[in-house]
């Protein structure tokens, strides 16, 4: 198998570690004096560190010129929304143990919890629309719907910088990677974008044909 072959599969059982990890430490009891929040925050954590991977996809292919690993980009964007969903999942499970009045209320109540839910529900329409046939059907609204990836990154670094209280390393770093990317994808815009016809004047350079 080739080098290039090898790297999905590759990539897939290293975005699948971090839950067998957890797994793992939950049936060795080694989850901390806080099993419920460790699984809740390390899903939250693994989820907001592959979207930063997903958004550095078109970098790498551009700085570095390997075309091949956009085919990465599909798998990484629905490991983030599968990560998303299970960080959701301990929450209405170990948090609010399946009460659905008290998870309304929290998601209304709460900033960080209300940014967090709806940084969820724009996730949604990315993960069903992520396949061809739905990309080949939504043409030209299938890039500008997939647009909504920098605002929910954005809204996903708020989120963790709210629920932050005490060391705001982690965050600072998210923020600090996430604008680095961002402001990448300004570049590339300006470049692309057509620069307005200059009125030409009488005299000719040398370089007119
Ligand atoms: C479905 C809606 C969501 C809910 C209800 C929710 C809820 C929570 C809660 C309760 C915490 C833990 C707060 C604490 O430890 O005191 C948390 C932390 C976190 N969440 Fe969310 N969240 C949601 C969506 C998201 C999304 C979409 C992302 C990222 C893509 C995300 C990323 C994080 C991160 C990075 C943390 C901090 C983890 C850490 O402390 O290491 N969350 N969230």
Redesign the pocket.
């Known amino acids: 198998m080739s080098f290039q072959k090898l790297f999905k599969p590759v990539t897939f059982v290293l975005c699948v570690l971090p839950l067998l990890l957890i797994v793992l430490k939950g049936f060795n009891n080694n989850l901390g004096v806080n099993p419920a929040?460790t699984i809740?925050?390390t899903m939250?954590?693994w989820?907001?560190y592959i979207?930063l991977i997903t958004l550095s996809v078109t970098p790498i292919r551009k700085l570095t010129g390997w075309g091949g690993v956009i085919r990465l980009r599909r798998m990484l964007g629905l490991f983030?929304f599968f990560y998303?969903c299970l960080?959701?999942l301990s929450?209405i499970w170990f948090?609010q143990y399946f009460d659905w009045n008290e998870i309304l209320k929290d998601i209304i109540k709460r900033p960080f919890?209300t940014l967090?839910?709806a940084?969820?529900v724009l996730?949604i329409p990315l993960a069903v629309t992520s396949n061809n046939r739905m990309m080949l059907r939504l043409k030209k609204r299938w890039k500008l719907l997939h647009q909504l990836i920098y605002p929910i990154a954005i809204m996903?670094t708020l989120?963790?910088f709210w629920?932050t209280r005490a060391d705001y390393t982690?965050p600072v770093m998210i923020a600090m990677i996430l604008s680095a990317l961002l402001a990448y994808r300004l570049v590339l815009y300006y470049q692309k974008k057509p620069q307005p016809v200059r009125k030409q004047s009488g005299h000719r350079s040398s370089t007119d044909r």
């Open positions: 929040e809740l925050d939250g954590s989820a907001i979207l983030v998303v960080h959701f929450y948090d919890i967090g839910f940084t969820f996730l996903a989120h963790f629920m982690q």
